[in-house]
């Protein structure tokens, strides 16, 4: 059908079920690289898979003076793709940048396909992984927030567009009361939400006084593997980005150490920012939480990358000066890849050694190699584990006989 492509139809919500055939779109700055900008499309097609999206080309255009205002891309990069995914039946284009109404209006009119933008797709995902109440009312609070001020852009069912006698005064005004709308669906979610975090603040409060240990990490990084390894529990583990929404709490015991442990959501590249403060009662539990476990995976080669990344979303969250373990996940893949399967074992060992006093000096960490799917050096990490959770007990109750220890 001919309207197959418009965006925002009533009773569609995120992408269909069926995998769609999607053309990814990224820019070059003046200030990087081709590599980083592949290294973006990669995550972004990854993106594009979870969401249910099959990638079948990629297009990478220089923009020294930055984007066009009005095809983000240029008229001749846009012609070029139009041609494209005319020719060989494409459902979306995907850009890895966030789009403007008008962006996206004038994109649409000329593809006749579905443009979608880094920020919806992540949200997208977001809505098909949320579970419980808390998770799906953040997500709807992160989607009428970016909704708001494109409003223009998206709203075609005036067809405003069309100009003429009669259609531009009722036509800004049904704008207006969209917005107020919206602002007004805002609002109440806010309200739902702030209700919904006093319950987490009491249920927080109602753990009693054991020590919170929370797993922070880019989003598949294995976090939610080292938490069925650690707490022997069935928390949902997939190789996909964001398998994990909402905070999971587990009490875990060591050796007679109880501690609790918290997985939370991944954090990634270009995270919107208001996901992360509708996200905000989620992400208290990495506030308030007495150690941090930030899990890498360690075989990708991004990875400091990664680790930066996460660096600056605990920062963002005032939470970047908590106590912290470095967790390589993945060593087994990242031996796999880097390391000849001739190599003597002793430097193998020099060569991890270099590797974690380097980013032990670099961030300022303590670090440790570990597969949690192989469960490779876990009793080491374990061991480790407990040295913070005795020290971060003492700190508590410095004057208390500790019957844990």
Same mark, same amino acid.
């Given at each position: ?7 925002? *139809?009533?009773?569609? *919500? %995120? ?14 700055? @003046? ?8 290294? !973006? ?17 990629? =297009? ?40 403007? %109404? ?11 396909? *579905? ?7 992540? &949200? ?6 949320? @579970? ?21 852009? &998206? ?6 567009? $069309? ?9 800004? @005004?049904?704008?207006?009361?969209? $917005? $107020? ?35 922070? %990490? =880019? ?31 587990? *009490?875990?015991?060591? /050796?007679?150490?109880?501690? &609790? ?42 990875? /400091? ?36 399967? &001739? ?19 670099? !961030? ?17 990490? $374990? ?9 971060? =007990?003492?700190?508590?109750?410095? =004057? ?6």
């Amino acid at each position: 059908m001919a309207d197959d492509w418009k965006v925002g *139809k009533k009773g569609k *919500k %995120g992408l269909k079920k069926k995998d769609e055939k999607a053309v990814l779109v990224g820019i070059v700055r @003046q200030d990087q690289t081709l590599e980083q900008i592949e290294e !973006y499309l990669d995550e972004l097609e990854f993106l594009a898979l979870t969401a249910g999206a099959n990638t079948i080309k990629r =297009y990478i255009q220089k923009m020294s003076g930055g984007p066009s205002s009005k095809t983000f891309i240029g008229q001749g990069k846009a012609d070029e793709i139009e041609d494209f995914i005319k020719e060989n039946d494409i459902d979306m284009v995907i850009f890895d940048d966030d789009l403007t %109404g008008k962006q996206t209006n004038i994109l649409e009119k000329q593809f006749e396909r *579905k443009i979608i933008d880094r920020s919806t797709l992540i &949200l997208d995902i977001f809505a098909n992984r949320a @579970q419980t109440a808390q998770a799906k009312t953040q997500v709807e609070l992160a989607q009428l927030k970016y909704l708001l001020p494109r409003l223009r852009g &998206l709203w075609t069912h005036l067809e405003r567009q $069309r100009g003429g006698i009669g259609m531009r005064g009722p036509g800004e @005004q049904e704008i207006e009361t969209d $917005r $107020r709308i919206v602002r007004d669906k805002i609002s109440l979610l806010r309200k739902k939400l702030d209700k919904i975090d006093l319950q987490s603040q009491t249920q927080r409060k109602n753990r009693g006084e054991l020590i919170r240990v929370a797993l922070v %990490g =880019y989003t598949n990084a294995g976090k939610s593997t080292l938490m069925n390894t650690l707490s022997k529990s069935q928390v949902f583990a997939e190789n996909k980005l964001f398998a994990t929404l909402d905070t999971t709490v587990r *009490k875990v015991v060591f /050796e007679n150490m109880p501690f &609790l442990l918290s997985d939370t959501v991944g954090f990634i590249r270009k995270l919107p920012h208001h996901l992360i403060e509708s996200f905000k009662s989620t992400l208290d539990e990495v506030r308030e939480s007495d150690i941090l476990l930030h899990v890498v995976d360690i075989s990708h080669h991004q990875y /400091e990358d990664h680790i930066n990344t996460v660096m600056q979303t605990l920062k963002d969250l005032e939470a970047h000066d908590k106590p912290t373990i470095l967790v390589l996940n993945k060593v087994d893949l990242f031996e796999k890849r880097q390391f000849d399967e &001739l190599l003597e074992e002793e430097i193998k060992t020099d060569l991890r050694g270099e590797m974690k006093e380097k980013l032990m000096n670099q !961030y300022d960490c303590e670090v440790i190699m570990i597969s949690a799917l192989k469960k490779e050096n876990m009793e080491a990490f $374990r061991a480790l584990v407990k040295e913070k959770i005795i020290a971060a =007990y003492q700190k508590r109750y410095p =004057y208390r006989t500790m019957q844990y220890y």
